[in-house]
């Protein structure tokens, strides 16, 4: 009987049956002692009245003991199942993302939508910063590696999104599409599985200043400026902020309609659109023609702005240099560009970085120790140069692929690198001996 109550879940009806056990096993004790005393005794009934009585109470209790230890011990004795999940601490190298959505926003640009494999939370990121991801291509002989901007912000941070373009054959020069971007635009669909590191990179706004923001674009540098504007949007919708776009046309304008509702909620948020080539049809998504210069900056903000740029190389450059003429100083001109620099000369690198002029470099991993001089480009160049192959991927300090670890020695920057390496990790395409031996875990 004990055994059939105490299969019994719920705690009432549990304790209801107790207590109803112990009424019947207290009055029959009650009774046969009354039986054997005297029956007609006042007090021996008063006995049996109280056995009763405490009879219940205490089956009652007993059933809520009971329960209470049961079910302790059934949650004890089950097997617990632990999964290692992992942190935002411990995220350092690669973490497989599964595709959950793609999206196409315009001709060119699809967005693919990222969340971690393991169903653990992913870091909160900068509005700015770009992720890396790793692609096993067919037909390339290792993993192709490429960093894509972060294109959207949420508070909760529930994914990651990267917007990509399709890179097209460049007219008039024999040289292959972009190999990363039209694998992921043809081969990548939802369910596919991409490896990638931790967000990272210095080029962000902080939302909570309250400095006026220009951001200013052109093509596919709408990415991270979308995901600027969105940050201010959740973050500080009080701050003042200019959203300056340029485009061929409609086709070619990623975001368009999702900037625009960001303007109309918001009166502090400004926006303008100038298409190169307008076609029928889009009347509506712009505000002027021609391409975005100085002279468009001048009518829409004031100098005493933060700017930021992200576009094509010439884009920049045109901008960068008006911004200086303007008089806007260099610490509140903010801009990224992940194309390859153009070499220095040997006398350049050795003015900029501060390096020495012939050092001895020990590649650990290779076992080979080689003179490095003057003229033989950065460590990466010189490592490809004697057939070591270390990883890398933008060759221009953004990225991070190249880190590695420097055990002895030091290394001078030929220029800011705009990825920030881990304690005791350099950067090995941008950098070159500073002292006469180093010693790197390549």
């Known amino acids: 009987m004990l055994e059939s109550i105490k299969k019994i879940d719920n705690p009432l009806l549990r304790s209801t049956a107790y207590a109803s056990m112990g009424f019947a096993i207290s009055t029959i004790v009650a009774g046969a002692v009354i039986g054997l005393i005297n029956p007609r005794d006042k007090d021996a009934n008063k006995f049996g009245i109280f056995s009763s009585v405490f009879g219940v109470a205490g089956g009652a209790a007993l059933g809520f003991v009971t329960a209470g230890k049961d079910t302790s011990e059934e949650v004890e004795n089950k097997p617990v199942q632990t999964i290692a999940k992992v ?25 693919f939508y990222l969340k971690p494999q393991d169903e653990a939370k992913i870091p909160s990121f900068k509005p700015g910063q770009f992720l890396t991801i790793k692609l096993d291509i067919p037909g390339q002989d290792k993993p192709v590696i490429r960093t894509y901007s972060l294109s959207d912000y949420s508070p909760t941070n529930q994914y990651y999104r990267l917007s990509i373009k399709r890179e097209p054959a460049p007219k008039n020069l024999d040289v292959p599409p972009g190999i990363a971007s039209n694998f992921m635009h043809d081969c990548i669909e939802e369910g596919a599985i991409i490896p990638a590191k931790p967000p990272n990179g210095r080029f962000y706004l902080d939302p909570e200043k309250s400095t006026p923001a220009v951001l200013i674009s052109n093509g596919v540098g709408i990415t991270p400026m979308y995901c600027m504007a969105k940050a201010c949007a959740f973050e500080n919708p009080q701050r003042e902020v200019y959203f300056v776009h340029g485009a061929r046309n409609g086709d070619f304008h990623a975001f368009q309609q999702e900037v625009m509702g960001l303007g109309k909620q918001n009166p502090n948020f400004k926006v303008h659109y100038r298409y190169s080539r307008p076609q029928d049809g889009d009347e509506e998504n712009f505000h002027s023609v021609g391409y ?24 920049m450059n045109s901008l960068r240099e008006g911004l200086k003429e303007w008089g806007v100083p260099e610490n509140r001109v903010f801009f990224e560009s992940f194309s390859k620099a153009p070499k220095k000369s040997s006398s350049d690198s050795t003015n900029i970085a501060n390096g020495v002029e012939t050092a001895e470099i ?55 690198p705009n990825g920030t390496p881990d304690d005791g990790e350099v950067l090995i395409c941008i950098s070159v001996p500073k002292t006469e031996k180093v010693v790197l875990d390549i």
């Open 362 to 416: 020990e590649f650990a991993q290779s076992g080979k120790t080689l003179t490095w001089n003057q003229g033989d480009g950065t460590i990466l160049e010189f490592a490809e140069a004697n057939g070591i192959n270390p990883s890398f991927s933008c060759r221009v300090g953004v990225c991070l692929t190249c880190s590695c670890q420097i055990k002895e020695g030091e290394v001078a920057y030929q220029e800011e």
């Open 292 to 315: 975005v210069d100085i002279n468009l900056i001048k009518e829409l903000a004031h100098e005493n702005a933060e700017f930021y740029l992200c576009g094509s190389p010439a884009f």
């Open 87 to 111: 942190t935002d601490e411990s995220w350092k190298d690669w973490r497989n993302f599964v595709v959950f959505k793609k999206v196409k926003e315009s001709d060119g640009i699809t967005s």
